[in-house]
């Protein structure tokens, strides 16, 4: 899942290149916030907890802000990198269900 992560943060840096923009190094002040913020109450303990964080980060932190992107006007080329990056996210979630889901 992070090869899959790096690879689609490439991408996107790639097509921000592409279209002469310049790629963000970090995820800014609202994603430092919103990890500080996790880290402090919703802190994971145990394996359990570990991948049901997980699967909240990816539902929440990368479905949905995928899916508001996706929702905005792009062009066909973005709007397909867009749907191939949420594709691959919605299966991380099903891959850390069934994780999950085993672990009982």
């Not at 570990?50 to 996706?70: C, F, L, P, R």
Request: aromatic share 2%.
């Amino acid at each position: 899942m992070q090869s899959d992560l790096r690879d689609h943060a490439n991408l996107l840096s790639t097509r921000i290149l592409e279209l002469e923009g310049t790629p963000k190094k970090s995820e800014g002040i609202v994603g430092k916030m919103e990890l500080f913020m996790s880290e402090l109450f919703d802190r994971p303990h145990d394996e359990k907890e570990i991948v049901k964080h997980a699967i909240k980060g990816e539902n929440i932190y990368g479905n949905k802000m995928t899916e508001k992107i996706a929702s905005e006007e792009l062009d066909e080329h973005n709007q397909q990198l867009i749907h191939t990056i949420l594709s691959k996210q919605r299966e991380h979630v099903d891959e850390l269900k069934m994780t999950l889901n085993n672990m009982n």
